[in-house]
């Protein structure tokens, strides 16, 4: 019986100017995904653990259910039975990207298990339409880092074009999830469809400025660049605190501060990990100042991608 | 008696995707300024060569003069006295930067003149006075280029935020200018106020792959992202032959065609010298169709901006 087990790593989409076309990958937090081929055809989700038992057990709704399904399809082998346990490893509606993390891993696992028939480039697609199901749209701003790793740029959809932007060594993004919750639906309601003329040249300006300064690399350009006037001022009114859990960031050293995905997550930038870590502290403070408590993780930007586990005997059930 | 004679390249703005925050420098046209020192006080246009007689002879309406004006005000020297001559070598409202070129020329002779005080990039905001004169605003996406050369990115205006991108090795420029005129504050009325979120997010997917795609570089990424859906649509109507001529560039192997500025000079980049004198023969062709004549110019991206020249007695009236 063959077993894989792969961890795909949470990302940061939006990345402050860069609304629906940016995103990185992180270290941790990530999901796991635990694939058994067995003999009868068909996708089986036997078991989540980690999600309080809120997501689809049924294939064809859960992300990584329907990623592997796609990808069966499409490559003509519905003759395929895998057994499937997915393992969350953050919080679900965080804007961390956990939909994205399950859909890659189940994909990326699949393609292991059936050996490589497809360039990792070529899973897009697929962890694509685990999005369409968790967020109604097959955004790629998570699953294109999530799959790929690094920075990437989402250049357009219609074809379907990625990219992948180097980063400075050393440069470390800090994620504070606050206990609260807030619905990706909800939070693309909310904005409006027109955007003045006056704000989309100051987005590309930062949108280029930001791409520049993490080639070159330039953290002050980056700093400089990671400025959000189109949707961080509507979507901010969604988390509470939210100025203060900046200024926190941007005053203990941060290149810049803003809303993760959708939110509620929070996300930094900064030039080395212990200030991140000193930016995270000063985060989780300005919310605990309004009594709300949060998760902390600091990290590189994750270059890697999804990547292939020992099996271990305790995720199995 | 002290004289300084200076080039200053043209330059084409917007680069497709990038209206109001990208420029890059070309090689020639250009225009030149002499300048020639004397004891009274003031700034005085006393020759403008190649103009038809069409602009501003007074200093203080003409961009040269401006830019001059301002800097010595700045620097406190308005004991100052030189005698302008401007030698215009490219068509006026062309959408080539001709009011830039100039501008630059004049504030980076006036520095040479007096022993460099300020940097080149200080001279920038003199430069952008010239440029409220002639179009209304004091817009950088001409003067950046021009002064700094190579490709700029005027990430803001509110402070001040220009940087230079590398270009790749060989990318050539194509300018074709039809004898046509387009008047550049006609060309910025007929602009929407309002662009549509979903065009806004494809417009800032094509900036940062151009971005990228100079930096890496990667003439497949630069070629995919040189795609204007906001600027281009509109003002497209203005140039007779439009899709025509694009359609010729990129038929001939350019990696994009856009309108240079606010028109009516089209632009196109392309791998190599070769490819561009074929493109912009091709253009030339397109616009020849409907009888209308053209200027061509291929060069390199110019990395030098403004430069001293020996001064000629031909220059002296």
């Given at each position: 019986m063959e077993t894989v087990r792969v961890f795909a790593p949470a990302t940061v989409?939006?990345?402050?100017?860069?609304?629906?076309?940016?995103?990185?990958?992180?270290?941790q937090p990530g999901d796991e995904v635990v694939l058994?081929?067995?003999?009868?055809?068909?996708?089986?989700?036997?078991?989540?653990?980690?999600?309080e038992g809120r997501l689809p057990r049924e294939a064809a709704r859960n992300t990584a259910g329907i990623a592997i399904q796609k990808y069966?399809?499409?490559?003509?082998?519905?003759?395929?039975?895998?057994?499937?346990?997915?393992?969350?490893?953050?919080p679900l509606g965080s804007g961390l990207g956990s939909s994205a993390a399950s859909a890659v891993a189940g994909v990326y696992a699949?393609?292991?298990?059936?050996?490589?028939?497809?360039?990792?480039?070529?899973?897009?697609?697929?962890?694509?339409?685990?999005?369409?199901?968790?967020?109604g749209s097959a955004h790629a701003d998570n699953v294109g880092p999530s799959l790929l790793g690094g920075f990437v740029v989402v250049r357009s959809y219609n074809p379907l074009d990625v990219i992948?932007?180097?980063?400075?060594?050393?440069?470390?993004?800090?994620?504070?999830?606050?206990?609260?919750?807030?619905?990706?639906?909800?939070?693309?309601?909310?904005?409006r469809n027109e955007v003045s003329l006056k704000n989309t040249i100051i987005q590309?300006?930062?949108?280029?400025?930001?791409i520049a300064g993490l080639m070159k690399p330039d953290y002050s350009l980056i700093s400089r660049s990671l400025v959000d006037v189109?949707?961080?001022p509507v979507r901010a009114i969604l988390i509470p605190q939210f100025d203060e859990v900046k200024q926190a960031a941007l005053d203990n050293g941060a290149l810049g501060c803003s809303i993760s995905g959708s939110g509620p997550s929070m996300f930094a930038l900064s030039a080395n990990a212990e200030i991140a870590q000193q930016v995270g502290k000063a985060m989780q403070e300005a919310f605990l100042s309004v009594d709300i408590?949060?998760?902390?993780?600091?990290?590189?930007?994750?270059?890697?991608?999804?990547?292939?586990?020992?099996?271990v005997s305790n995720l199995t059930v």
């Open positions: 989409a939006n990345v402050a100017c860069g609304f629906d076309i940016f995103g990185f990958a992180v270290d058994t081929r067995r003999d009868e055809p068909g996708v089986t989700i036997v078991a989540i653990l980690g999600d069966l399809e499409h490559i003509g082998r519905t003759d395929v039975g895998v057994d499937v346990i997915l393992h969350k490893q953050m699949i393609n292991e298990l059936l050996g490589r028939p497809l360039s990792t480039i070529d899973l897009l697609p697929f962890a694509m339409e685990g999005e369409r199901v968790a967020c992948r932007i180097d980063t400075p060594t050393g440069m470390h993004a800090t994620l504070v999830h606050p206990d609260i919750e807030v619905n990706t639906k909800d939070a693309r309601f909310i904005l590309m300006g930062n949108v280029a400025g930001l189109i949707i961080e408590t949060s998760e902390l993780y600091v990290s590189e930007i994750n270059s890697q991608g999804p990547k292939v586990l020992e099996p």
